[in-house]
């Protein structure tokens, strides 16, 4: 079978396969990731965790290397979005970067929707049902999306905070309670930034989430209409 259709296509058993197993190493290597800022980790918990980070690190640099070989246009792909990304979530490992890039991974999740094409749906009777099969699509993406903002606020939130809120903000599952109330514009107020970085870097999550929290009503009133159009 030829390598670019397995690598770059999901609509045979070998390229979903592939696909699959790509993204299942995605959220092994976030998990990792999450796991190292937990405080207090033994040493050999640690080594298992480097051991995992440079298991996911050699496929997903196997991986940039094939997508780039079998590219019809190697330097259109290397410029890509997703081109640059995939270079980001190895780069920081073999240069040690002083930032961490990791986090950047969530992105490809994005390749998850080419597993959509093999899904098939069946005409719903009720106008809702109808209304989420044709927004169906839209609301998969947006979700998401919604869980790459919401993790990488945690992270962003931890490097500005953890210094200076050890307690508060101890890792990125504890940041994620931050994330959460802001990204939903809850903001409970238990947990917030005192550094002039976090609370800027608060501003620009509290802008976004309002746009989360409206995309969905938008999506579903839409649909709600050509569902009703359609009938």
Do not use: C
């Amino acid at each position: 079978m030829d390598l670019k259709q397995i690598v770059e296509k999901t609509d045979t058993k070998a390229g979903l396969v592939f696909d699959l197993t790509m993204q299942a190493l995605i959220v092994v290597s976030l998990v990792d990731f999450s796991i190292e800022t937990l405080p207090g980790l033994s040493d050999t918990t640690r080594e298992i965790l480097w051991f995992v980070e440079l298991g996911t690190v050699i496929v997903f640099t196997a991986e940039y290397l094939i997508r780039l070989f079998v590219a019809d246009r190697r330097i259109e792909f290397a410029t890509s979005i997703f081109g640059v990304i995939d270079l980001l979530a190895i780069l920081p490992f073999y240069l040690s970067l002083g930032f961490d890039l990791r986090s950047m991974r969530a992105f490809r999740l994005l390749r998850l929707f080419r597993i959509l094409k093999l899904a098939r749906y069946n005409a719903a009777v009720r106008r809702f049902h109808r209304a989420l099969l044709i927004a169906w699509e839209e609301l998969v993406l947006f979700g998401v999306v919604a869980v790459i903002v919401l993790y990488l606020a945690a992270v962003g939130i931890y490097h500005f905070e953890n210094e200076a809120q050890p307690d508060a903000f101890a890792s990125v599952f504890h940041s994620l309670w931050w994330a959460v109330a802001t990204l939903t514009t809850v903001g409970y107020g238990d947990v917030y930034p005192l550094t002039v970085g976090g609370r800027i870097f608060t501003f620009v999550v509290l802008i976004v989430g309002l746009g989360v929290v409206s995309i969905p009503a938008g999506l579903i009133a839409s649909a709600l209409s050509k569902a009703r159009e359609s009938e």
